[in-house]
């Protein structure tokens, strides 16, 4: 079965590549995620920061005593089974768990004394699927933190890497555009993924798209293109800096690379709005348009 990496909030795994994310709130240190088949839920992660050794046994305890009186209140059978030996989640306090009832699911209980949260994992099956297979290849991926100063993001198609620091503001995410936008102290970097480019461009340059695609926020700035290549696509780079000084907000600035990825057929952008100015070629090295890129 064809795999995608899938990543958020400082986690990661590799789920069916037909699978998506449906439901998402938070931030990094509490939060809920849900992934969807065309169907049905398949995965959800729920997860919070701890503020001091939690007790897992309690933890799972309390989940199967819940599950099994929801069961028992819809008429409907209920076993479970513990202390699992399917995967191991290294260097972390864990439980491997799994349990039967309207459905088939495999859970996990995991706390890392290194990145402090606490993580519950679900995996639902059905009842055709090698579940014990499904749930080794999932789980056996999971990581909760990234090594290194970038964290990697991989969501519909988008596929990039921003400082660790910075904090997710805002997302669009549908199958026909992805976007991500990060802060750090008023300073925003984001993420454009545009798919069927063909249709999308129609006829237009990528800095004519671009210039109309963010054309309020390029509306207060002077904006200069310049044709390039990046990774042997055509691309063009933009800069540009605000017109008028606003005394209290200081020169706003931009920078930006834009790119059409042709075997991909589609359009990506990498923009920064801010005071500072910032070089985009770290960024630029891991914002990934082609799966072989890793």
């Known amino acids: 079965m064809p795999e995608q990496l899938f990543a958020w909030q400082k986690f990661s795994l590799r789920i069916p590549e037909d699978w998506v994310l449906a439901r998402y709130e938070g931030d990094a240190a509490r939060g809920y995620l849900r992934i969807d088949d065309e169907d049905m839920v398949r995965v959800e992660l729920k997860w919070e920061t701890a503020t001091k050794v939690p007790d897992l046994e309690k933890m799972v305890e309390r989940y199967l005593k819940g599950t099994a009186k929801e069961m028992k209140k819809s008429r409907l059978p209920f076993t479970s089974e513990r202390h699992l030996k399917l995967v191991k989640f290294p260097g972390k306090r864990f439980e491997l768990f799994r349990w039967r009832g309207e459905c088939e699911c495999w859970c996990f209980v995991t706390w890392c004394a290194e990145c402090g949260r606490v993580v519950i994992g679900r995996l639902i099956c059905r009842e055709y699927e090698n579940s014990k297979e499904l749930a080794r290849s999932i789980f056996g991926s999971f990581r909760d ?3 290194g100063e970038y964290q990697r993001w991989a969501v519909f198609g988008l596929d990039c890497s921003a400082p660790k620091q910075w904090v997710l503001v805002q997302s669009s995410l549908r199958p026909g555009l992805a976007e991500l936008e990060f ?11 545009v798919s069927i480019a063909h249709i999308v461009l129609q006829g237009k340059t990528i800095e004519q798209w671009y210039r109309e695609f963010f054309e309020k926020r390029l509306r207060p700035l002077g904006v200069e293109f310049e044709n390039t290549t990046h990774r042997g696509h055509t691309a063009c780079r933009a800069t540009g800096k605000q017109r008028r000084t606003i005394p209290f907000l200081g020169p706003a600035r931009l920078e930006a690379l834009i790119w059409l990825c042709e075997p991909e057929d589609k359009v990506f952008a990498l923009s920064y709005f801010g005071k500072k100015g ?17």
């Open 145 to 147: 933190h990234p090594d």
């Open 183 to 193: 802060d750090l102290a008023g300073e925003r970097i984001r993420f454009t993924r």
């Open 278 to 294: 910032m070089d985009l070629s770290p960024l630029a090295r891991l914002f990934r348009c082609h799966r072989e890129e890793g």
